[in-house]
């Protein structure tokens, strides 16, 4: 026998596994949007790094053969 409610807006007697399932679909979906928006914003920063990283790594060798 499984567990039923009635949720707002709802067909009523939905099995609670149904209700549940479709909970963990929208925050996993909100999730992956989150990710997506920080690899977005991340990604730019990296380039950043790696331009400065490489700048220094010039300068260094520039110093070197002084």
Avoid: K, W, Y
Wanted: charged content about 15%; aromatic content about 2%.
């Amino acid at each position: 026998m499984s567990a039923t409610i009635e949720a707002p807006g709802s067909a009523a007697g939905l099995p609670l596994a149904v209700l549940v399932l479709s909970e963990i679909s929208a925050a996993s979906e909100e999730q992956s949007t989150g990710v997506n928006q920080i690899n977005t914003a991340m990604n730019p920063l990296n380039q950043i790094i790696r331009c400065r990283q490489a700048s220094c790594v010039f300068r260094n060798d520039q110093g070197e053969h002084l």
